[in-house]
């Protein structure tokens, strides 16, 4: 019997700006799910604006009635929204009508499916004020980095590698790399956190779904200016996977992102307990929280705040003094993002408006 596992996001309404979710429409989501008879179980978190539907289930990936049912509670929580008249709401439904599959309306998606272990301990990553793109280095470190994941040098089960499936999200294609032999070429690619995002990672051996991330780019797909992603990830821990711990280390360093205020700008990503997912400085900086879950029989026992612990401090003293640091740049790049990522913001007006005034020199 297969578990599916889906997790479904969006943001449809700020509060206050884009920093928080208003309590009454994460009432209205668990309202929405609870007891659902397509659901085995349900959790509804929230990092900064994002509504987070954590889905349990058999139906497996890409369930159109899932999917339905996700949208539907995005649009029930867009009622609550504009009702409060919070900011942005409905911000990130694209679509008007849905039909049959959530892809391409805006909302993002991580699902997998799998034979539940004895014991399937996951992490949800979920982030806030970011793209997709800011997973790279975190899944590098936790599937292919030794000096991260020990188990890669110890672990039998680990010992081989892993296999990463990697998109390049502009000219929409995939590529699987397998580490560690094709380390070098994926180093390549998946640094260039802007185009190339890791979407799934197996394990070599079994082939195994280990970890699968949302990648749907909200600009590309509205061709304007509709925020950032504020991505997820699942990660599948022990017995073959990295360890908890090794999941989350990559994120004691707060690796530079892109997002932050009006999607916008570099910045350091702040790993953070549930009740500390309110960025505000700056709408910022940008935030991670990791939510940990025991399954059983599909049923999420959990969940656990894994980032709610003092030995994560110091990464935050750390993203605070690198907010400070790089702060002070104001609209000067590397802050603020390179104009091929404003073509997607709030660049091409401002090109239009002044395409009369540039004197081509070339003439
Ligand atoms: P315990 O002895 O606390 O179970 O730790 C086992 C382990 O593998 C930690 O990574
Ligand atoms: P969100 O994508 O989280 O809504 O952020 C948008 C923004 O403009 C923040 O300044
Ligand atoms: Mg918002
Ligand atoms: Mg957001
Ligand atoms: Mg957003
Ligand atoms: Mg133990």
């Given at each position: 019997k297969k578990i599916t596992l889906s997790v479904i996001k969006a943001d449809?309404?700020?509060?206050?700006g884009h920093s928080n979710v208003h309590p009454e429409l994460l009432e209205k989501a668990r309202e929405m799910l609870s007891?659902?008879?397509?659901?085995i179980d349900s959790y509804v978190a929230h990092v900064g604006d994002d509504i987070n539907l954590i889905m349990t289930h058999e139906?497996?990936?890409?369930n159109g009635e899932i999917h339905k049912l996700a949208w539907d509670t995005f649009l029930a929580c867009t009622e609550v929204a504009k009702k409060l008249k919070?900011?942005?709401?409905?911000?990130?439904?694209?679509?008007?009508a849905f039909s049959?599959?959530?892809?391409?309306?805006g909302p993002g998606t991580a699902e997998m499916q799998f034979e539940e272990r004895k014991s399937e301990p996951v992490i949800i990553f979920m982030a806030d004020?970011?793209?997709?793109?800011?997973w790279n280095l975190p899944l590098y470190k936790m599937f292919a980095d030794p000096f991260n994941t020990i188990g890669l040098v110890i672990d039998p089960n680990m010992h081989n590698g892993f296999e990463f499936e990697v998109r390049?999200?502009?000219?929409n294609k995939k590529i699987i790399f397998s580490t560690p032999e094709d380390l070098y070429d994926m180093l390549v690619f998946i640094g260039a956190t802007g185009r190339f995002c890791i979407k799934r990672v197996f394990?070599?051996?079994?082939?195994?779904?280990?970890a699968v991330s949302s990648t749907q780019r909200l600009n590309l797909m509205a061709?304007?200016?509709?925020?950032?992603?504020?991505p997820v990830c699942i990660v599948r821990c022990q017995s073959g996977y990295p360890a908890v711990g090794e999941a989350l280390e990559p994120f004691t360093y707060p690796h530079l992102v892109a997002g932050w205020m009006r999607g916008s700008h570099n910045g350091p990503l702040m790993p953070v307990s549930m009740n500390e997912a309110r960025p505000t400085r700056f709408d910022g900086p940008p935030r991670v929280i990791a939510l940990g879950f025991q399954l059983s029989e599909g049923k999420l026992v959990g969940p656990q705040d894994?980032?709610?612990?003092?030995?994560?401090d110091n990464v935050r003293k750390q993203a605070n003094n690198v907010a400070d640091y790089i702060r002070r740049?104001?609209?000067?790049e590397p802050h603020r993002l390179p104009l091929d990522e404003m073509e997607y913001t709030s660049m091409p007006q401002v090109t239009e408006k002044l395409k009369d005034r540039f004197i081509d020199l070339n003439k």
């Open positions: 449809v309404g700020g509060y206050v007891g659902h008879p397509l659901l139906t497996g990936r890409n919070l900011y942005g709401a409905g911000q990130d439904l694209l679509g008007d049959g599959n959530i892809k391409g309306l004020k970011t793209e997709p793109g800011a390049d999200t502009i000219k394990n070599k051996e079994t082939k195994d779904i280990a061709g304007r200016y509709v925020g950032k992603d504020d894994l980032f709610d612990d003092p030995a994560f740049m104001g609209p000067f």
